[in-house]
């Protein structure tokens, strides 16, 4: 009998395992959008297709109101997105991102070190699930 119910919770244990592997998105399905940022930050191209503005190297002031644009991807009522800077600030921004344009005012935290850059991040959910994670280096100057 104790063989038995080793054997379920082993087979229960590898049967996760197997799930995991084969539905990395799963994983990501539970964690806040700067988990999902950190983890894959080394695998985000400094300019993404899906960012329409702004373009890298754009110059944003503190205490402006700026639009963050994405082109059209065939997005539905299930993808959302949230829009924050790395390591410097909270959700900016966010919603469904088939409304494209997405407008916020540029936070104090996010200003780059001098002569640098600043990484403004989008992470993109289907239905909770990660799809994909966006961004662009952008100079923030202080106002």
Known sequence: MKSLLLLSVLLAFLSTLVLTAVSPAME???????????????????????IQFPE??????????????????????????????MDKSEVLAGGLISQ??????????????????????????TNRYLRNVEAVNIQVRPS
């Open 28 to 50: 990501y399905r539970y964690m806040t959008d700067m988990e999902v940022a950190k983890r894959q930050v080394d695998q985000i191209s400094p300019r993404t297709s899906q």
């Open 56 to 85: 890298e190297g754009t110059v944003w002031v503190v205490g402006q109101t700026v639009t963050v644009t994405f082109l059209d991807d065939n997005y539905t009522d299930a993808d959302t997105v949230s829009i924050f800077f």
């Open 100 to 125: 494209r344009s997405f407008t916020f005012v540029v936070p104090s935290s996010a200003v780059s070190a001098k002569n640098g850059t600043s990484m403004l991040v989008a992470v993109i959910r």
